[in-house]
C-alpha cells in the first residue's frame, strides 16, 4: 500500500498485551462459591467521579483549543488522510442502514485497522476513540478493548465512515466488546450518536460472582446500592424473574412507556432512593466525555426522571449470593441494560423521543 502524507504525528500509548481471545455468544451462568451481600457492599469499589458542574465559561482561547482538540475534528483530519481504497472500504452514505446497528461482537467493515492503515492513521483513530471517554477512564478502556479482542491494542477493531465530516458524519468503531460512535451531533435527539454496546471478560468468559479486574463492575456495585435501601414491598416489584436477554437489536428497543415498564418507577422511591438512583446514573455516564454524558441527562431529563423504572433479576445471579448481575434502567425512551452473567455486556440507548 501506497504511504500516505503524514499530517499528523500522535504518540502512541503502550498497552499490555493479553491473552484472552473468548468469543462472545448469548450464554448462561455456572454455579460459583457465593459470597455475602454485606461482604460484597463493603469491600467492592464502587464511588464513581462525577460528571462534572459547569465552571466558569470558558475563554475564546480555551473554546478554540477545545474545539481543535475534539474528536470530530481528528474525525475530518483522519478523513483527509484516506487513499481512494480505504474510502471505498470503510466510507458510506450518511443514511446508510448500517450506520446504527448495534451488537457485542461484531466489525462494521471487513478491513481491521491494524491491517488496512498506516501507523499515522491507527494513532488518530486511538486518539479518537480515546477523546470520546472521560480522561479518567479512556486508558482503562482501550486496555478492555485490548484485552477482550487479543491484541496490543485497537488493532483488531474495525470502523465505518458516514457521510463526510464537513457536514453531517459518523464514525463508528466496532469490535468485541465494543461499539463507539463519534457524530458531531450529526444525529438528532440521540445521545452517543446512537445505541452502543460496552462490555469485559476480565478474567476469563465466566466470571467469578465479584468480577475481580472488570473495568464495568463497579457500576453494578452502585446498582446493588439501590436495591439494599428498598423496603420489602419496594424489593417485590425491582426484582424479577430472567432479564430481556440478548436479541440484537431488539435489546436495546423503546417503548415510549411512561409506566407499567419493568422494576420498580422511580417516582415511587424516597428522596434518598431517588438520590442513590441518580447516583447510578452518574456511575454510568462517568466513562464517557462531559459533553455525551451532559447529553444524556438532558434526553432523560426532558423525559422525566421519575418515569425511569430500575429492575433487577435473581434468575442470573452469578453465585447465588444475592447480589444482583443482572439488571437495568429503563424510560420512555432510555434503556441500559447491563448483563453481568457470565461476563458483562451493557447496552445503551438514550434518544430525545422513542
Same mark, same amino acid.
Given at each position: ?6 499530517? %499528523?504525528?500522535?504518540?502512541?500509548? %503502550? ?11 448469548? &450464554? ?12 460484597? %457492599? ?48 470503510? &466510507? ?64 483488531? &477493531? ?23 460512535? &463519534? ?56 426484582? %424479577? ?114
Amino acid at each position: 500500500q501506497k504511504e500516505l502524507p503524514r499530517p %499528523l504525528r500522535i504518540p502512541k500509548r %503502550l498497552v499490555i498485551r493479553t491473552m484472552n481471545t473468548d468469543s462472545c455468544p448469548d &450464554c448462561t451462568s455456572e454455579g460459583s462459591p457465593a459470597t455475602s451481600r454485606r461482604t460484597f %457492599l463493603r469491600t467492592s469499589a464502587g464511588a464513581t467521579a462525577g460528571i462534572g458542574a459547569a465552571g466558569f465559561l470558558p475563554t475564546l482561547a480555551a473554546r478554540k483549543k477545545e474545539a481543535k482538540d475534539a474528536p470530530e475534528t481528528l474525525v475530518k483530519t483522519f478523513y483527509d488522510t484516506l487513499s481512494e481504497e480505504q474510502h471505498k472500504m470503510i &466510507c458510506f452514505p450518511f443514511d446508510h442502514k448500517l450506520r446504527l446497528k448495534v451488537d457485542n461482537n461484531w466489525q462494521i467493515t471487513k478491513p481491521r485497522l491494524g491491517q488496512f492503515f498506516t501507523k499515522d492513521q491507527q494513532a488518530m483513530v486511538e486518539e479518537i476513540f480515546r477523546k470520546i471517554h472521560s480522561p479518567e477512564y479512556a486508558d482503562k478502556i482501550v486496555g478492555q478493548v485490548a484485552h477482550d479482542s487479543g491484541s496490543k491494542g485497537l488493532e483488531k &477493531c474495525s470502523i465505518g465512515l458516514f457521510g463526510e465530516p464537513d457536514g453531517k458524519f459518523e464514525f463508528v468503531l466496532t469490535g468485541r466488546h465494543c461499539t463507539r460512535r &463519534c457524530d458531531g451531533n450529526s444525529v438528532e435527539g440521540a445521545a452517543f450518536g446512537g445505541p452502543i454496546f460496552y462490555g469485559h471478560a476480565a478474567k476469563g468468559f465466566h466470571e467469578e460472582p465479584h468480577h475481580p479486574g472488570n473495568v464495568y463492575w463497579y457500576q453494578a456495585v452502585q446498582a446493588n446500592k439501590v436495591f439494599e435501601m428498598l423496603d420489602g414491598k419496594q424489593r417485590e416489584t425491582a426484582l %424479577l424473574g430472567r432479564s430481556r436477554g440478548e436479541r440484537g437489536m431488539k435489546t436495546i428497543a423503546l417503548t415510549g412507556k411512561k409506566n407499567g415498564l419493568p422494576g420498580i418507577r422511580a417516582a415511587d422511591l424516597s428522596a434518598d432512593q431517588k438520590g442513590e438512583m441518580r447516583r447510578v446514573m452518574t456511575a454510568l455516564l462517568a466513562p464517557f466525555r462531559k459533553a455525551d454524558a451532559d447529553e444524556a441527562m438532558k434526553h432523560i431529563e426532558a423525559n422525566g426522571f421519575d418515569n425511569l423504572h430500575m429492575a433487577f433479576y435473581k434468575t442470573e445471579d452469578v453465585g447465588k449470593d444475592g447480589v444482583w448481575d443482572v439488571w437495568q434502567i429503563e424510560g420512555p425512551s432510555m434503556v441500559w441494560y447491563f448483563r453481568g452473567d457470565p461476563h458483562v455486556h451493557t447496552w445503551v440507548n438514550i434518544k430525545a423521543n422513542a
